[in-house]
């Protein structure tokens, strides 16, 4: 890489920085931003789009045509490190530790949001084949609908994934479909929470909720997005290293990025060889297996306390900022509105039906906490991990449920799995029709609703067990 090349680099952090900043600004002066809890990177990343040359062809801000090729690949490049943090700082040996009942909600809690998410698919299978029937010449590509699962239960950081892996299979249209992924992520962060305070709203007026008996006001510095006094400012994260040596961010870093090495020099060995399957599995799955032996062999020396977990997930904050940024920025707008029919099927039938599943399944499944559930797993599979830990801090703001451990840990358990079954699942989409796809996807959610259902049963009988002990 030359040094015109690493300056043009520089040049496109620099104004994705300050479309950042910008983003931050705005969240914190006008109402509506901080009423839904927008992130500085969508806001950011929406300013650049609307300035620059994508939409206005010729007007607006011309950055460089090599910018938005640069922004338009780097979400694909940061989602890498992002994924590798996840399984860094796990401890192993652990379970059960919390006891059975606490594991069986939070198996539960795994299940209907993974549910859910399996069901969004479906319902991308069926608009899809509703479309093909009905305006064929649309020409639909085959995986068209399953960006309704990535960006609602993904969110706008999964539109990198989509891109990175369309790309890594070479197909052409995997620009557009990072792009409609994104829209869809967009569609369903503002929507996600727009209901969500609806609900709750109609739920502490009805006497649904179990602690809030009023719609509360946010805290003012979460609905700005920063907090200006010192004395309630938190600490990023612990310091494991001494800087004398090497700064704990630097620290993180490099073993974050020393797994990314690790598996993109295994993801080339596997095509050099082209070993069959293995060779077309893209770099974050790579990156993933890859980062839990770094992980077991960082636990099995004794050095675990060296990782904190909130300093690594400092790093793939920052580095999903950027990527939502950019990615914003410079989605092909005009290629993603030949396809907004069949996306607005998507978003208004994937709000309708996820929100009855959220509701529905935690009133049948829990018999404790159920709205503060449900609303928690609405903002999930609606927005992000966020819009979900949003509402459910409106609904209980000292976290004084037990809902925040079953919903966080279940959230981990749904991430994991379902970036492990993200290639089979295109694999089908790519490979195989309509039915195929449908019984694929359909034998998987039966499973989930089998453990399900098992995973209720323990807990009602531990529930049972538990007055007779005491």
């Known amino acids: 890489m030359t040094n015109a090349m690493l300056t043009q680099l520089m040049y496109c952090f620099c104004v994705l920085s300050a479309l950042l900043l910008v983003g931050t600004l705005l969240r914190g002066l006008i109402p509506a931003f901080r009423k839904l809890f927008l992130p500085a990177s969508v806001i950011g990343g929406f300013i650049g789009l609307l300035i620059g040359p994508i939409i206005w062809q010729g007007g607006g801000i011309p950055f460089p045509k090599e910018w938005i090729a640069t922004w338009t690949n780097l979400p694909g490049i940061l989602i890498v490190p992002v994924v590798a943090c996840t399984p860094l700082g796990m401890k192993f040996g652990q379970a059960g530790k919390s006891g059975g009942k606490s594991s ?35 020409n639909l590509y085959s995986p068209f609908g399953f960006e309704l699962t990535e960006g609602f239960s993904g969110g706008h950081g999964t539109a990198g994934v989509i891109g990175n892996h369309y790309k890594s299979l070479e197909l052409p249209y995997w620009e557009v479909a990072q792009g409609v992924t994104t829209t869809a992520a967009t569609f369903g962060l503002i929507g996600g929470m727009i209901i969500g305070i609806i609900a709750i709203n109609v739920a502490a007026r009805t006497g649904k909720t179990a602690i809030l008996t009023k719609p ?39 073993v974050i990025l020393l797994g990314c090495g690790i598996a993109y020099v295994v993801m080339n060995l596997t095509k ?73 099927t998507l978003v208004v039938l994937g709000y309708i039906v996820s929100f009855i599943c959220a ?74 029709g309509f039915f195929a796809n449908l019984a694929f996807q359909g034998g998987i959610l039966a499973i989930v609703l089998v453990v399900l259902i098992g995973a209720n049963q323990v807990s009602k009988r531990l529930g049972k067990q538990a007055p007779a002990e005491a």
């Not at 770099?283 to 990782?307: C, E, H, P, R, T």
């Not at 609606?382 to 279940?410: A, E, R």
């Open 104 to 138: 069986a909600e939070i198996i539960k809690t795994f299940a209907i949001i993974f549910g859910i998410s399996l069901i969004q698919i479906i319902l991308g299978l069926l608009v899809r084949e509703l479309f093909v029937h009905i305006n064929p010449g649309l």
């Open 216 to 254: 509360g006001d946010i805290p003012e510095d979460m609905a700005k997005g920063f907090q200006r006094d010192a004395a309630k400012q938190k600490s990023m994260g612990q310091e494991t290293t001494m800087s004398s040596s090497i700064e704990c961010l630097t620290f993180h870093m490099a």
């Open 272 to 344: 050099f060889y082209k070993i069959p399957l293995i060779s077309s599995i893209p770099i974050w799955a790579y990156a993933i297996v890859v980062m839990f032996g770094v992980n077991f062999v960082i636990q099995k020396l004794g050095l675990g306390s060296l990782v904190d977990t909130k300093t690594k997930s400092r790093i793939a904050g920052i580095c999903s900022d950027y990527a939502i940024t950019a990615a914003i920025a410079s989605m092909p707008i005009r290629a993603v509105m030949q396809y907004i029919v069949p996306i607005m």
């Open 359 to 432: 509701f529905g399944l935690t009133r049948l499944f829990f018999s404790d906490c159920q709205f503060e559930r449900g609303v928690s797993v609405w903002g999930t599979v609606s927005g992000v991990f966020l819009t979900g830990l949003m509402l459910l801090k409106i609904c209980d703001p000292d976290y004084k449920l037990p809902v925040l451990n079953d919903f966080s840990v279940g959230f981990s358990m749904t991430s994991v799995t379902a970036f492990i079954l993200l290639t089979p699942t295109v694999g089908m989409m790519l490979n195989h």
